[in-house]
């Protein structure tokens, strides 16, 4: 039963890679832009595992060959027509920028273009076309089912977007994108849409609060309310989504899931941009990320989190336009953060200190038993040297179970490598950026001397490349799986089980050896 439970729990967790998932665009208009590998690098270092480029550069594709990183890869809007007019150089473009690079580039969408009804209203009679094209040579190379296709488009193409209810595209779009929505729906696609409460606020001329736009929780009475739904709004952001919904269902389509492919804030602006501050920008994309991992969905569709690239992994000082056209990054060219976002609770992504100082912690309210559980069990099973708890010790205070189990927590952390699914320990644990230590007691990161493991020296799961979605799930289940191996009683037939697995883990082969072979040496 046990050995049940436990390739249930691995199925489950290897779905769960296709939750929604919060990505980063990256754009390359910097004076300084940083090498492929280097970009990489802060990638995996923010534990960011989806990313959308704005085109298909080689190098980029290499650098995020063998990682896991899911990537979304464009055709620019200048090549949008010549594809959109030609099967062949549609076929041409994706020989030469998909299957050259897939699978070891983990391609998972192709956006055809940026904003083109928009930006590019020549090209659009032929945007329909060039979405076909592509997928038409997707499926000659048998990856229809792998690699999606759409085009972002701009959330202004929504016309009467509140109250969302009363949403409608654009009429005069509606030959483009009724055949588009056909097409995305018979695809098994989504539609993308970029959205940017910034600009509806600047532009409402006060009539949008500056809260209501910040994610920033309002009392009921300050909320939107939708007249003809009854549905309470508390952010543009989800007014928006469900505004596309509704747009999306006037022309008869219900069942095509929204993709945010841009959204942010930017973090500085002229004298006619006051509302462009690093707070702000903070506050926004750290209520976003929250937002979207949380899976607290939208009024409309509660509990269905709409996945979404934030706008953008760096600052384009090359970007023409007001000054917070060129300052929409979370870094800067050198990899150091513009801020540091409000992350507690919400997991390691994008928890973007350049030095990874990230804390494991004991949560607020925790249940005292269930602490103390799992406080015995990482100062036992976990092989945590909880000697500095002990009486007299510098971490003996405060004497109670949560200081001590975030000590205990924390280290193991540590010793883990930070690696995805080490600061759980059955939901009694998040990670946070505030560092715990106090007086004498200083934690693993914060510089102390009291463990070996600073800054991640343990064995971490970025420092082994894998393009299996089944090695991040499978080491966020390691905490699990330890109770249920020590629980079991038939551990031979699970070693077989287990070695099968093991087989098909890529990448993952070394790190799961690892905990597999410590885990049988405690049982």
């Known amino acids: 039963m046990a050995l049940l439970l436990l390739f249930v729990l691995l199925i489950s967790l290897v779905a769960a890679d296709d939750d929604a ?40 594709l290499i650098a995020l060959a063998n990682t896991g990183i899911r990537v979304t890869v464009a055709i620019p809007n200048e090549q949008v027509l010549g594809v959109g007019q030609s099967n062949s150089t549609a076929a041409n ?35 329909v076309n060039a979405l076909k094209f592509i997928h038409s040579a997707l499926l000659a190379s048998n990856l229809d089912r792998q690699i999606k296709v759409s085009t972002p488009l701009s959330s202004s193409i929504i016309l009467d977007s509140f109250p969302p209810s009363q949403a409608f595209f654009n009429r005069s779009w509606n030959p483009v994108m009724v055949p588009m929505l056909n097409f995305l729906q018979s695809t098994g696609s989504f539609l993308m849409l970029n959205i940017y409460p910034y600009y509806d606020y600047m532009q409402s001329n006060g009539v949008i609060p500056l809260d209501y736009a910040l994610f920033k929780p309002l009392p009921p009475n300050k909320e939107a309310v939708d007249a003809n739904t009854l549905l309470h709004y508390s952010n543009v952001f989800d007014a928006m989504v469900d505004a596309a ?37 903070n506050t926004y994309n750290s209520n976003l990320i929250r937002h979207v991992l949380n899976k607290t969905g939208t009024p409309k569709h509660p509990g269905i989190a709409v996945s979404t690239y934030i706008y ?49 912690t004991a949560k607020d309210g925790a249940d005292e038993k269930m602490l103390q559980a799992a406080l015995d069990w990482a100062c036992g099973p976990g092989k945590v040297d909880c000697s500095p708890l002990l009486q007299g010790k510098d971490c003996y205070e405060p004497d109670d179970v949560a200081a001590h189990a975030t000590y205990a927590f924390d280290t193991y952390y540590h010793k883990m ?27 693993l990161g914060s510089g102390g001397k009291n463990g070996s493991f600073v800054n991640g020296t343990a064995p971490s799961m970025n420092s082994t490349s894998t393009s299996s979605a089944a090695c991040y799930a499978f080491t966020s289940s390691i905490m699990i799986i330890k109770v249920l191996i020590w629980s079991a009683v038939f551990i031979d037939e699970f070693v077989l089980e287990f070695e099968n697995f093991r087989t098909h883990a890529g990448g993952c082969k070394s790190f799961l050896s690892q905990e597999f072979v410590l885990l049988f040496q405690e049982r």
């Open 21 to 60: 998932f919060i990505g980063v665009n990256i754009g390359t208009d910097l004076s300084d832009m940083p090498h492929p590998t280097q970009v990489v690098a802060l990638l995996k270092a923010q534990q960011i595992r989806h990313v959308r480029l704005f085109n298909a550069e080689p190098a980029m």
């Open 93 to 127: 473009w994706v020989s030469r920028n998909i299957v050259a690079h897939y699978p070891a580039t983990n391609i998972t969408t192709i956006a055809v273009g940026s904003e083109v009804l928009t930006t590019l209203p020549n090209a659009a009679p032929v945007l």
């Open 245 to 281: 919904y509704f747009a999306m269902a006037y022309l008869n389509f219900t069942n095509i899931p929204v993709m945010v492919t841009e959204s942010g804030w930017p973090s500085k602006g002229g004298s006619n941009e006051p509302d462009a501050t690093v707070d702000n920008a």
């Open 312 to 360: 953008e992994l760096y600052n384009e000082d090359m970007k023409s336009g007001p000054i917070s056209e060129k300052n929409w990054g979370l870094f800067d060219a050198n990899g150091t953060p513009i801020y540091i976002l409000h992350l507690t609770g919400s997991g390691l992504v994008l928890a973007n200190d350049t030095l990874n100082q990230t804390y494991c």
């Open 417 to 443: 490598g930070k690696a995805p699914g080490t600061c759980d320990f059955n939901g009694v644990a998040a990670i946070t950026t505030t560092d715990p230590s106090h007086g004498s007691c200083r934690f």
